[in-house]
């Protein structure tokens, strides 16, 4: 990324914002609306607008791409979010967490995915180029910034010496050195003798990245390694003293003892015994902190930090956090200079947030980190495990300590920004349940407006709802299933769902539609679901009459008689019985009425005359005064129930139980 593109967005022609003039405002942090707008000053005079009512106003909302739609990418959000709970879960125990563990962890799921995005380049698929290599400077940027943060203040060095883990981290981004030098130290000396400019540039590049060692050895590898140049540049090289914390020598020491091999290099090399070989000057030039020859190699580096850390390497050993802010910005002058910027515009996005992160500034650095087009997943994380290991202070303008809230705010909006994605949602709530209470109350208004594409989507919602005790909302979808299922005819699966809402009035619009369908066509529809509802039927007294009914025919189609009998004049003096279902219910009676054996006695004879006479004579009369107003057009019961010629069945229920009501009276007087 050597410069920085600044994106351009285009909307659809509007000949109204082309002779007005447009307006934008945030509607979020990441949705800009757009709309046409006249712009008025002080000098303009006050007065209708000439684009009033004259066009329709379109507005026009700019959103940033949510770029874990990719299925690549989508997986560094599943795993990352496993290491999360796990530091959530490790930071409740007594015991200190292995804070540097979990952010190798980090880095390294970033790694594995920018090896898939580079492979999905490389296998000759059919993908955007483009938008995978946008992808890979994105989070390449991620992890380096990430680890240089982990370094600096996850993993301090002992003393707090920043040196040797900066040339480590060097050496990890900008590995082409290393690399040359690797493919030498295997390749024949012949092909060394061919290639030895190339040759002398690694060898200066791996002495800028403070591998003296490996200089040492390409050196002895050269076909002029027994000549006086080389072995003067050997010996220098081979005495020359490196610092360690644990190497038991106090740094002031150190730098008397540094400062004596400075003298008597430049000593050696002031008598010209390196005059013959120019490059094998250069390179001990560069070990013994020659400014002249520094700027020199910084021409020839790709960003301002490549060689940074084996300059303070040879210069200053013994840097520690605090003091490497101030060193970052000397040597980037020098190397602006070098370079010939007058500024530092010329710097790119990822070189200037690791300047912030060198100079400690890290208000600054989570401020610039949510802008590398990441959906903030790299700036919640990163802020959420350096809060943890309490290594992250940051004071609002009241000077006050915001580091939790800033946190918290984070995770709030990145699990808010998943769970408005399909196939992410999951993920989001774990974030916002460990926000805030906000976040709290932002799933239980977020989980129902999840699209729900299968019954097994809308179980698993469900189950997460319950395991957070969001009663209400496990409700509300169990209401929206219902409503989907009746959409689609299937009044079985909705009777379910509603009886799962627990909603007693949308469980007895159901029932009723299982009852008019009865009434309509004689038909019980889905036996297998009602014979099953079991105790939950007293959720709605509807749904009651509608199992007990059910109930009824189960007896009277096994020729369990007796029990149909008292079943059903349990069901007419229940007063649970809908109006429309009178006639239907009494003319269930008749066949029983008319049996050769005696099922009713005469009290429930009078019983069923009683209904007779009190309902379903009513509903007649009711009827009849609708046709006569004009309310209905024909007294056709049809539509409410399976008689059609009323009048007929009244008279015929009437004559049964007259003759039942005899013999029953018969039967019970003679009863010895």
């Known amino acids: 990324m050597d410069k920085e593109i600044i994106p351009t967005y285009y909307i659809p022609a509007d000949d109204l914002c082309n002779r007005a003039g447009i307006t934008a405002k945030w509607i979020h942090e990441d949705n800009l609306s757009v709309s046409a707008y006249r712009h008025l000053t002080s000098s303009f005079k006050d007065g209708p607008t000439e684009f009033a009512n004259a066009d329709s106003v379109n507005i026009y909302h700019l959103k940033t791409n949510f770029i874990f739609s990719n299925p690549i990418l989508r997986s560094l959000i599943a795993e990352s979010n496993s290491v999360f709970l796990n530091i959530q879960q490790a930071a409740k125990q007594q015991t200190k967490p292995d804070y540097l563990k979990f952010s190798r962890t980090y880095r390294s799921i970033v790694r594995a995915c920018l090896k898939n995005l580079q492979d999905e380049i490389n296998s000759g698929t059919e993908v955007d180029t483009s938008e995978f290599e946008n992808y890979i400077t994105i989070f390449y940027s991620v992890e380096c910034v990430w680890h240089l943060c982990e370094i600096l203040m996850i993993d301090p060095a002992p003393m707090n010496v920043v040196v040797p883990h900066l040339l480590d981290w060097v050496r990890f981004h900008f590995p082409s050195y290393e690399s040359k030098a690797t493919d030498l130290l295997f390749a024949d000396r012949d092909d060394i003798e061919e290639s030895s400019a190339d040759f002398l540039k690694t060898v200066k590049g791996m002495i800028a990245q403070g591998q003296v060692e490996v200089a040492r050895t390409l050196l002895r590898l050269h076909s002029s390694a027994d000549s006086s140049s080389f072995q003067v540049a ?225 179980m698993k919602i469900i189950a997460v709802a319950k395991r957070k005790g969001l009663i209400e909302v496990e409700q509300e979808i169990c209401r929206v299933q219902a409503v989907r299922s009746v959409a689609n005819d299937r009044l079985g699966n909705a009777l379910e769902w509603a009886i799962r809402s627990h909603d007693s009035i949308f469980v007895t619009s159901i029932a009723d539609k299982f009852l008019e369908n009865y009434a309509k066509t004689s038909t019980i529809l889905c036996p297998d679901v009602i014979g099953n509802i079991g105790p939950k039927m007293f959720i709605s007294p509807r749904l009651v009459f509608l199992v007990k ?24 003096d229940s007063k649970i019985t809908p109006e429309y279902f009178w006639p239907s219910l009494l003319a269930d009676a008749i066949p029983l009425l008319e049996s050769k054996e005696q099922h009713f006695s005469s009290k429930e004879t009078h019983i069923i005359l009683h209904h007779l006479e009190h309902q379903l004579i009513p509903l007649i009369e009711k009827k009849k005064r609708m046709v006569e107003s004009g309310k209905a057009t024909a007294l056709n019961l049809l539509n409410d129930c399976r008689i059609e010629h009323v009048d007929e069945i009244v008279t015929l229920l009437r004559l049964s139980c007259a003759r039942n009501l005899a013999r029953s009276l018969i039967n019970e007087n003679t009863i010895v």
């Not at 399909?422 to 709290?440: K, R, T």
Request: with cysteine.
């Open 234 to 458: 050997g010996e220098i090289l081979r005495s020359m003293p490196i610092f360690s914390v644990t190497g038991g020598l106090p740094l002031q020491k150190f730098k008397s003892k540094w400062q004596y091999w400075v003298t008597d290099t430049e000593s050696k090399l002031a008598t010209g015994c390196l005059s013959a070989e120019p490059e094998l000057e250069e390179i001990i030039k560069l070990v013994s902190g020659n400014q002249e020859a520094w700027i020199n190699i910084a021409k020839e580096s790709r960003c301002w930090y490549e060689f940074l850390p084996g300059y303070l390497f040879y210069t200053e050993p013994g840097c520690k956090y605090f003091e490497l802010g101030t060193y970052a910005g000397v040597w980037l002058r020098r190397w602006e200079s070098a370079k010939g910027f007058r500024d530092s515009r010329t710097m790119n996005h990822l070189d200037r947030v690791v300047l912030k992160v060198m100079e400690n500034d890290m208000h600054q650095v989570i401020r610039d980190i949510q802008l590398m087009c990441d959906n903030k997943w790299f700036v919640t994380h990163l802020t959420d495990l350096l809060c943890h290991c309490g290594q992250l202070q940051i004071l609002g303008d009241q000077q006050m300590d915001v580091t939790a809230a800033l946190r918290e705010s984070l995770l709030f909006d990145f699990g808010a920004c998943l769970m408005a994605r399909d196939s992410l949602w999951l993920f989001g709530i774990d974030y916002l349940e460990h926000s805030s209470v906000e976040g709290v109350g932002a799933i239980e208004l977020l989980l129902p407006k999840i699209p729900i594409s299968s019954e097994r989507q809308a």
């Open 549 to 572: 009914y059910f109930d009824f025919h189960q007896y009277y189609r096994c020729g369990e008689f007796p029990q149909a009998s008292e079943l059903l004049i349990n069901l007419l």
